[in-house]
């Protein structure tokens, strides 16, 4: 399980208010308060490798001008050593 707090940028523009009612449909996301284009999200997902994933998806989406990690739990079991690294 990983769980991820963020803060995303959003453009003002129809990208940005598509991308708000999608993460708002999926079950991974929770969106949080706002102020202005900048809204909190929490990412649920079921591993750091998923995690990393949907934050690589964020960072390319058109409608976010900037994903910026506040806090990140990860819990994948048995990870060899070194690999979580990889994912931060």
Known sequence: MSISSLVIDVD?????R???????TDPRFTL???DG???ALVVDTPSSAA?????DWLQSH????????VRAYLDDEALPVGTAATYL
Do not use: F, K, M, Q
């Open 12 to 16: 003002n523009g129809v990208s940005g």
């Open 32 to 34: 949080g308060p706002a």
């Open 62 to 69: 058109p409608g976010i001008r900037l994903v910026t990690l």
């Open 51 to 55: 995690d990393t994933e949907v934050y």
């Open 37 to 39: 284009t900048r809204h």
């Open 18 to 24: 598509e991308l708000l009612a999608a993460l708002a």
